[in-house]
């Protein structure tokens, strides 16, 4: 069965520093991977998406980075964490389309 | 460009039904689905119901859908406060994407 990862749960970060949060799947290949962030009490905001190796869309101009260097590995970055940063980030992945299953979530709080 | 809309928050009493309602905006969407967000988690997908169906029942939820009036609905029965959660629909608009409405709120009262 598919199994979705991320680590890692909680993050506490001084504004200025980098970031770095991976998220992996097991049990599929070549499968959608997405980005999201959740504010405190809000919907969801789609980041980036990929449909492969190197390939990133991303959705909204922002301080954030995808990079997915392997099939089933998907990686969120920033250089230099901003205040509003702050949020729960929540990876997904899908067979190529249609239904998307969500990984545990990132909570990162930005100081 | 539009949003999907969902209302912010329903309070039910345990054992009541609930009905979660969901506005969404792409008339040729494809699959609809609801998630379940507990707090602190990720989202758990509950259900999902294909454009070409009016109604979709599994054990205590049913999903409704109004494709006339972009209208997708999903009933709880025998409301349990385990069910408290944030309810999310969705639909799939193409371009590998799925757009998500705004969440809804259900605080179970025992």
């Known amino acids: 069965s598919q199994t979705i990862h991320q680590w890692p749960a909680t993050l506490v970060q001084p504004v200025g520093s980098p970031l770095s949060l991976e998220c992996t799947v097991e049990?599929?290949?070549?499968?959608?991977l997405y980005w999201y962030r959740q504010a405190a009490g809000r919907g969801l905001q789609l980041l980036f998406y990929?449909?492969?190796?190197?390939?990133i869309s991303s959705e909204v101009p922002q301080n954030l980075s995808a990079s997915r260097p392997q099939d089933r590995q998907f990686i969120l970055s920033s250089k230099k964490l901003l205040l509003s940063d702050s949020g729960f980030y929540l990876c997904?992945?899908?067979?190529?389309?249609?239904?998307?299953?969500f990984g545990p979530g990132t909570r990162l709080l930005v100081l | 460009g539009e949003d999907v809309e969902q209302s912010l928050f329903l309070s039910v009493r345990e054992g009541d039904s609930s009905v979660i309602n969901c506005t969404y905006t792409?008339?040729?969407?494809?699959?609809l689905y609801w998630y379940k967000q507990e707090p602190g988690a990720g989202l758990q997908l509950l259900t999902y119901?294909?454009?070409?169906?009016d109604m979709k029942q599994d054990q205590r939820l049913t999903v409704l859908l109004n494709k006339k009036d972009k209208h997708l609905s999903l009933r709880i029965a025998d409301t349990q406060t385990g069910d408290s959660a944030i309810y999310f629909c969705?639909?799939?608009?193409?371009?590998?994407?799925?757009?998500f409405g705004t969440g809804t709120r259900l605080l179970v009262s025992p």
């Open positions: 049990g599929t290949s070549n499968p959608n």
């Open positions: 969705a639909e799939n608009t193409g371009f590998q994407k799925l757009v």
């Open positions: 792409d008339s040729s969407s494809t699959y």
């Open positions: 997904a992945w899908t067979p190529q389309g249609q239904t998307q299953y």
């Open positions: 990929s449909v492969g190796i190197g390939q």
């Open positions: 119901i294909f454009s070409n169906m």
